[in-house]
């Protein structure tokens, strides 16, 4: 699988405004597919880096939508809603923001790094009973949610402009910025929510090299943005084989490591015959650079879990 057949990744800057189902649409209209799908959904207010899956890509989403994330974010002091951002309606406020300190606001975002437990957002995609609870929440209805474990690796605070403060996160997928934002406010005892919000990497991806939705039929665009299949899973150990190993690969059969095949030794501890991985690893399988498999190893052998090779 590669670009030149059509199949690849596309980062694309998402302006405030636009849905994520918008962006698919346009760029299915713009590539003239409808093979387009994206890999996390960002709010309708929020903008930054939106990465599309396009063609067959569209079978490595699962393997790109875990990648941490990235932000700039604004949390507004004082007011309290019920969607956690700008969107909603207030459901509380305060004036005691006046008389915080950038101290105070340091220590209470120093709670918000590492694991954490936080509960998802009354209004998000988070599906209860198979449907989306921001359709449960439009209707008034209110489901206790359990707190699910997310990991934040930075918060930081970047700029203080009270009642606004700016935050630079980078964190695990699934957490939900609104949702720190809310904490944060919860914590210092004015109640907060999110004014803004930036996605300005997913994995080592930068919204710097995305194109703009707007430049998405412009000549060459495309093709300067576009992430080649073997570099969007590039986050995976690589197993290089063989031309004698691909008619295996393409029957989904099982293939010996050191048989046709050979490992990256600076990303998969396993290389010849006589080593075993201990556990199941997930890896990308190639051919000249070409994206074949996703397979796992295990126990010196490549069990292949998606063959793209044609």
């Given at each position: 699988?590669?670009?030149?057949a ?13 849905t994520?189902h918008?962006?698919v649409?346009a760029a ?38 875990g990648l ?39 220590a ?5 790094r ?22 449960k ?53 004015v ?13 080592r ?11 998405l ?16 899973v590039?986050?995976?150990?690589v ?17 010996p ?9 600076h ?18 399988v ?12 295990e126990?010196?052998?490549?069990k ?7």
């Amino acid at each position: 699988m590669n670009a030149a057949a059509g199949d690849f990744l596309l980062p694309v800057d998402k302006p405030e405004g636009p849905t994520s189902h918008d962006v698919v649409t346009a760029a299915r209209r713009a590539l003239r597919t409808r093979k387009v799908g994206h890999t996390g959904t960002l709010d309708p207010f929020a903008s930054g880096l939106l990465l599309l899956c396009v063609g067959r890509a569209t079978r490595l989403a699962e393997y790109v939508s875990g990648l941490d994330k990235s932000y700039e974010a604004v949390a507004s002091l004082g007011k309290a809603t019920d969607t956690l951002d700008r969107c909603g309606e207030v459901v509380a406020e305060s004036m005691a923001w006046s008389d915080l300190r950038v101290d105070d606001i340091e220590a209470a975002l120093s709670a918000f790094r590492g694991d954490l437990d936080q509960i998802p957002p009354q209004y998000s995609a988070k599906k209860v009973g198979g449907e989306a609870m921001h359709r449960k929440a439009r209707r008034g209805e209110r489901v206790e949610l359990s707190p699910v474990r997310v990991t934040v690796h930075e918060a930081r605070l970047a700029w203080v402009d009270l009642p606004h403060v700016g935050l630079a996160v980078r964190c695990s997928s699934g957490t939900y910025i609104r949702g720190l934002a809310r904490d944060l406010g919860e914590a210092l005892g004015v109640g907060a929510h999110l004014s803004a919000l930036r996605r300005t990497a997913v994995g080592r991806f930068r919204v710097q090299d995305a194109v703009v939705l707007d430049a998405l039929d412009q000549d060459g665009a495309v093709e300067a943005a576009l992430i080649e299949p073997a570099d969007a899973v590039g986050h995976l150990p690589v197993v290089e084989i063989d031309e004698s190993a691909v008619g295996a690969l393409r029957d989904g059969r099982r293939i010996p490591v050191g048989t046709g095949a050979a490992c990256d030794p600076h990303t998969v501890h396993a290389g010849g015959a006589s080593n075993e991985a201990r556990v199941p690893l997930l890896v990308a399988v190639t051919r000249q650079r070409e994206l074949l498999a996703i397979a796992e190893l295990e126990a010196g052998m490549l069990k292949p879990r998606k063959v793209f090779a044609a």
